[in-house]
């Protein structure tokens, strides 16, 4: 389930932002000190080109999913998630794999019917081959190549309903 973020889970963003695994597939790695992680949630939880959501499963804060660059004029964003550390998917006997596929879906579903988007971008370090794979399940294509990574598109109607 997507639900705005809370105070509460704007704390976990940061520590599982920072958390190795999650670092390492994005493309700015540094260490998120307090203040700068302070100073970027102030800039951008009111602008409306910018939509941060926690994913939620069986009532357990396990993602984070990020629409930016919205554009409604020309319907199209950009988006992104990553996960909670792989401590909180063992503790919770939850498959990661299986979040990553439910979280992608109802972040698709939410971009059509909550902000109207018509077409979705995304940014996925060439590395990063799992969630490569996962994107084009869903019907992403790879529109351009970036240095160390790749943009994927997914285009539908607002009204149509995704498979």
């Known amino acids: 389930m997507l639900q705005p973020i809370t105070f509460e889970s704007y704390k976990?963003?940061?520590?599982?932002?920072?958390?190795?695994?999650?670092?390492?597939?994005?493309?700015?790695?540094?260490?998120?000190?307090?203040?700068e992680h302070d100073n970027w949630w102030e800039k951008i939880r009111n602008d409306d080109t910018k939509k941060w959501l926690m994913y939620s499963f069986n009532g357990t804060d396990l993602g984070v999913v990020c629409f930016y660059?919205?554009?409604?004029?020309?319907?199209?964003a950009e988006w992104?998630?990553?996960?909670?550390?792989?401590?909180?998917?063992?503790?919770?006997?939850?498959?990661?794999?299986?979040?990553?596929?439910?979280?992608?879906?109802?972040?698709?579903?939410?971009?059509k019917h909550s902000l109207c988007i018509e077409t979705l971008f995304c940014e996925v370090l060439d590395e990063n081959t799992s969630v490569i794979k996962l994107h084009e399940k869903v019907g992403f294509s790879e529109c351009n190549n970036l240095n160390g990574g790749a943009r994927f598109q997914l285009q539908f109607s607002p009204t149509k309903t995704h498979g």
Do not use: C
């Open 80 to 111: 992104g998630f990553y996960l909670a550390g792989n401590d909180l998917f063992e503790a919770q006997k939850i498959s990661k794999k299986r979040i990553w596929i439910e979280l992608e879906k109802e972040a698709i579903e939410y971009a």
């Open 69 to 76: 660059d919205i554009n409604f004029a020309t319907k199209t």
């Open 12 to 35: 976990k963003i940061r520590k599982w932002r920072n958390l190795p695994e999650v670092r390492s597939m994005m493309f700015t790695k540094h260490v998120i000190s307090e203040e």
